[in-house]
């Protein structure tokens, strides 16, 4: 079966989203170091006016000790506050998940009247996500989705628990609300020792403020995306918000996919085996790239995240051919030449994989995303004897995502 336009446009969707809500949280990370810094500027007003140069008086100690207090404590709510509704944006997103994959399955089994079973989502599933100490968890998630929780084919309900959501945690083995929370009390670290430092080494507050913001305090960030925030910012909040962006895009990421595979386990009769599906661009990581394409039985393959910051994705390959012994007036969707997936170059024939697509791309874009001109030379003289750019890449690549050296491809294949 071809995979739906719609699998290729949901994922474009999920990483809007993903940006839309990392935009929250950066914006009001920001507001708190913003404002931390318009204080000590008005400090640094009051100092120039006393006459006191880049010498500190007491009084003016005491206001900085107050500023750096406030804006710990600023942070501290900020990341009970963000780790709270993103636990309702993560339950949100599942369940939209969850709908997207059993009416997808509805509707290519319609004509046949398939019964696709239900999954339903605990109330506490995101909350588990956000919480649980993964450290104190003993299951791995997949193991738990099995299709033998049904009575009979086609009834019942299948349930994502939070016991599953405690599984998830992000690559690093940390919480989502231990990840908040450790990027705030760092930030606070690294304001107190900013101001302290740069107040020892003879640096004005004004000095300080913009080595700590950047260009942040001269833009307005509404219009500007978390990319934009980061690129803007200073030593401070140039790192958060990049840490913001990955924290929520890993874990949309994960919650998506584990809703997806508990709807594959729950109609493994219907979609026995799923599809790793990458992003068609330069950014794309080393692991994805060789995953690409790739088809596994449902509990037997690996599924995204891969790494932080993972767009790849899975599809349920559905089994037309079993299906239509018990319904037999069940209809195969007919593919198309019209049937696309997008790549950063432009819309591709739908069976294109990473490789093949890369093969086809102008030099520059080969090198940036292989990194040298030796890799390139190598990818192409391996497509050739190999007959595809997809088997190159996976000479290339090792199963653990690590990329042989061009010292050991030069030694290999020249």
Same mark, same amino acid.
């Given at each position: 079966?071809?995979?739906?336009?719609?699998?290729?446009?949901?994922?474009?969707?999920?990483?809007?989203?993903?940006?839309?809500?990392?935009?929250?949280?950066?914006?009001?990370?920001?507001?708190?170091?913003?404002?931390?810094?318009?204080?000590?500027?008005?400090?640094?007003?009051?100092?120039?006016?006393?006459?006191?140069?880049?010498?500190?008086?007491?009084?003016?100690?005491?206001?900085?000790?107050?500023?750096?207090?406030?804006?710990?404590?600023?942070?501290?709510?900020?990341?009970?506050?963000?780790?709270?509704?993103?636990?309702?944006?993560?339950?949100?997103?599942?369940?939209?998940?969850?709908?997207?994959?059993?009416?997808?399955?509805?509707?290519?089994?319609?004509?046949?009247?398939?019964?696709?079973? %239900?999954?339903?989502?605990?109330?506490?599933?995101?909350?588990?996500? $956000?919480?649980?100490?993964?450290?104190?968890?003993?299951?791995?998630?997949?193991?738990?989705? @099995?299709?033998?929780?049904?009575?009979?084919? #086609?009834?019942?309900?299948?349930?994502?628990?939070?016991?599953?959501?405690?599984? $998830?945690?992000?690559?690093?083995?940390?919480?989502? %609300?231990?990840?908040?929370?450790?990027?705030?009390?760092?930030?606070?670290?690294?304001?107190?020792?900013?101001?302290?430092?740069?107040?020892?080494? #003879?640096?004005?507050?004004?000095? *300080?403020?913009?080595?700590?913001?950047?260009?942040?305090?001269?833009?307005?960030?509404?219009?500007?995306?978390?990319?934009?925030?980061?690129?803007?910012? #200073?030593?401070?909040?140039?790192?958060?918000?990049?840490? *913001?962006?990955?924290?929520?895009?890993?874990?949309?990421?994960?919650?998506?996919?584990?809703?997806?595979?508990?709807? /594959?386990?729950?109609?493994?009769?219907?979609?026995?085996?799923?599809? /790793?599906?990458?992003?068609?661009?330069?950014?794309?990581?080393?692991?994805?790239?060789?995953?690409?394409?790739? $088809?596994?039985?449902?509990?037997?393959?690996?599924?995204?995240?891969?790494?932080?910051?993972?767009?790849?994705?899975?599809?349920? *390959?559905?089994?037309?051919?079993?299906?239509?012994?018990?319904?037999? %007036?069940?209809?195969?969707?007919?593919? @198309?030449?019209?049937?696309?997936?997008?790549? *950063?170059?432009?819309?591709?024939?739908?069976?294109?994989?990473?490789?093949?697509?890369?093969?086809?791309?102008?030099?520059?874009?080969?090198?940036?995303?292989?990194?040298?001109?030796?890799?390139?030379?190598?990818?192409?003289?391996?497509?050739?004897?190999?007959?595809?750019?997809?088997?190159?890449?996976?000479?290339?690549?090792?199963?653990?995502?690590?990329?042989? %050296?061009?010292?050991?491809?030069?030694?290999?294949?020249?």
């Amino acid at each position: 079966m071809d995979i739906p336009e719609v699998f290729f446009r949901e994922t474009i969707d999920l990483n809007r989203y993903s940006n839309s809500v990392a935009k929250k949280y950066a914006v009001t990370y920001n507001e708190i170091i913003l404002n931390a810094a318009r204080q000590l500027r008005q400090i640094n007003l009051r100092q120039q006016a006393a006459g006191e140069g880049v010498i500190i008086a007491p009084q003016t100690r005491k206001r900085l000790r107050a500023v750096i207090k406030q804006s710990k404590d600023s942070l501290a709510t900020w990341s009970t506050k963000s780790a709270r509704d993103f636990k309702k944006e993560l339950q949100g997103v599942t369940i939209l998940q969850k709908d997207f994959i059993e009416n997808e399955l509805k509707k290519v089994t319609a004509s046949g009247d398939v019964p696709i079973n %239900s999954v339903s989502i605990s109330p506490k599933y995101a909350e588990s996500v $956000i919480m649980t100490d993964p450290s104190k968890v003993n299951i791995f998630t997949s193991k738990a989705f @099995t299709e033998d929780n049904f009575v009979n084919f #086609g009834s019942g309900k299948f349930s994502l628990t939070a016991t599953q959501g405690a599984a $998830i945690r992000l690559p690093n083995g940390t919480t989502v %609300s231990k990840a908040f929370r450790g990027l705030a009390e760092s930030s606070a670290e690294k304001l107190d020792l900013a101001v302290r430092s740069g107040v020892f080494a #003879g640096e004005s507050l004004d000095q *300080i403020t913009r080595r700590l913001v950047g260009r942040l305090d001269f833009a307005d960030l509404g219009p500007l995306s978390v990319k934009q925030l980061a690129l803007a910012g #200073g030593e401070i909040t140039k790192v958060a918000n990049n840490q *913001i962006s990955t924290i929520v895009r890993t874990s949309v990421n994960q919650v998506t996919n584990q809703a997806s595979q508990a709807v /594959y386990a729950a109609n493994k009769k219907v979609a026995p085996q799923y599809k /790793y599906v990458a992003t068609l661009d330069s950014r794309t990581s080393p692991i994805c790239r060789r995953l690409d394409g790739q $088809i596994f039985e449902y509990n037997k393959g690996p599924t995204p995240p891969q790494h932080f910051n993972c767009r790849s994705t899975t599809v349920p *390959i559905v089994d037309f051919d079993r299906l239509q012994e018990e319904f037999s %007036s069940l209809e195969k969707p007919p593919a @198309t030449k019209f049937d696309k997936r997008p790549s *950063i170059t432009g819309r591709v024939p739908q069976g294109t994989t990473y490789g093949n697509w890369l093969l086809d791309q102008d030099r520059k874009l080969q090198v940036k995303t292989l990194g040298s001109e030796g890799k390139v030379k190598i990818f192409k003289r391996l497509a050739k004897k190999e007959g595809s750019g997809q088997a190159a890449l996976r000479k290339m690549i090792r199963n653990d995502g690590s990329e042989v %050296s061009l010292k050991r491809l030069q030694e290999l294949y020249t």
